[in-house]
């Protein structure tokens, strides 16, 4: 079992959960962190710390020194991929295996590897010596954070294709995987492309209906036009390709639910869990 994990992009939705799995499986934890880091305080605490920056591949060298895995998130919004080439080396110069969260859209064929983005890290890890694991989740369930704002103020939630209809995954059970991948004896995970997802298939329409259930509210869903809500992805930091492709794929989604996997259960021995249960977990956010 390996003694010794990295996990970047640590302070995001999924490596905190990552962080504390690996804490109670024994492992030592690393955490790879910006310089002032907003989200510092979701670290827990016994994790080590390591400040470095994926665009800058030198500033990794302490935090791989003596690692034995790394569980890889890149966060494509804020960071160029034009260093991923070296970080791989990097990686694979100092370690044995790697997880790498990838994307659904890898696995149903509609990411291509020249777009730079998931596909293309895959091919990186594909070309090494590591034990590598790919994590080809749906959307996280935390992405109904993004409604938050709304239902505080009104309880009328405006976004595109109320009717797509999702298999979201709760971040923990990706990050628990993860971490049954990286820490597990033998190689029955290495050349696994997992297609990582949620128990139930529900629109988006339907996961706000369940957050007014949960907080005792009645909310309303507004769809908004295709252009309207591009304009506003773009606008607000999305890069147009990546707001095309998720209008487009949300558009798909009302036509033909979004395929579905019992592999959180079967990797870790329990069920996945629901939307209903994640928005249980945040229901202060929406109040």
């Avoid at 970080?87 to 370690?95: D, F």
């Avoid at 790498?100 to 596909?119: K, P, T």
């Avoid at 628990?176 to 297609?195: D, F, I, M, N, P």
Wanted: charged share 20%; hydrophobic share 45%; net charge negative.
């Amino acid at each position: 079992m390996p003694q010794t994990v990295l996990v970047t992009a640590a302070t995001g939705n999924v490596g905190p959960h990552a962080l504390a799995q690996l804490l109670e499986a024994g492992v030592t934890a690393r955490a790879l962190v910006l310089k002032d880091d907003p989200n510092i305080g979701r670290v827990p605490e016994g994790v080590e710390l390591f400040e470095g920056d994926l665009e800058d591949p030198d500033s990794l060298d302490a935090a791989l020194e003596g690692v034995d895995a790394v569980f890889l998130m890149w966060p494509f919004f804020t960071t160029s991929v034009e260093t991923a080439p070296a970080v791989v080396r990097k990686i694979e110069a100092a370690a044995r295996r790697v997880v790498l969260v990838s994307s659904v859209g890898v696995h149903i064929g509609l990411e291509r590897v020249d777009n730079n983005c998931h596909a293309y890290l895959e091919e990186l890890l594909e070309d090494t010596a590591l034990e590598w694991t790919f994590l080809r989740t749906t959307g996280f369930q935390a992405n109904a954070l993004g409604f938050a704002g709304q239902i505080r103020n009104g309880g009328t939630v405006h976004f595109p294709y109320g009717a797509a209809t999702r298999t979201s995954v709760h971040e923990a059970d990706v990050a628990a995987v993860a971490v049954a991948s990286l820490t597990e004896r033998g190689t029955a995970h290495a050349g696994q492309k997992y297609l990582v997802t949620g128990p139930l298939a529900e629109s988006q329409e339907e996961q706000v209906r369940i957050i007014g259930e949960v907080i005792g509210r009645e909310l309303e869903w507004r769809d908004i036009e295709h252009q309207a809500a591009r304009d506003a992805m773009v606008g607000a930091g999305w890069p147009p390709s990546y707001a095309d492709g998720a209008l487009d794929y949300f558009r798909m989604l009302t036509t033909e639910a979004e395929v579905g996997s019992t592999v959180v259960e079967e990797v870790t021995g329990r069920p996945a869990r629901t939307f209903r249960e994640w928005a249980l977990e945040h229901t202060a956010v929406f109040r």
